[in-house]
């Protein structure tokens, strides 16, 4: 296995399903809250934060670096996920200065759908017609 390789029990698309610190009602209010861990263009979304994931495995899991946007306020942060036996993801995420949740999330298809690139911030101040 490469030292960059994501796992293959990791590898794919992850559907979060809930987390311990924000609310489970809007967690899919941008589209289906989710995660991939490819090792190749990966993304995060849940709530309205869209960010680009940089994943890499350690000896527990895999570990991630993101950045993106919550709303069009740019944000980054880290994480981390494990595999537990029923084949669950529990994970944690930490926004840079802010605050920090686990999740869990199970597997699930490459969406039909594209997900969309974080916004920029210069995007909140342009009209939208």
């Given at each position: ?65 993101w ?7 740019p944000?980054s942060g880290t ?10 993801l ?24 594209p ?15």
């Amino acid at each position: 296995m490469e030292e960059k390789e994501i796992p293959s029990e990791y590898y794919g698309w992850w559907r979060i399903t809930e987390t311990s610190q924000w609310c489970k009602d809007d967690i899919d209010i941008i589209g289906t809250a989710l995660i991939s861990l490819t090792g190749d263009d990966d993304q995060l979304r849940m709530f309205v934060l869209l960010a680009n994931v940089n994943c890499y495995p350690t000896k527990t899991g895999v570990s991630f670096r993101w950045q993106g946007a919550w709303e069009y306020d740019p944000v980054s942060g880290t994480g981390s996920v494990k595999l537990h036996k029923d084949g669950r993801l529990t994970g944690r995420i930490k926004i840079k200065n802010g605050d920090e949740s686990t999740f869990v999330a199970v597997r699930m298809e490459e969406p039909d759908e594209p997900i969309p690139d974080p916004p920029s911030y210069s995007d909140k101040w342009r009209r939208r017609w």
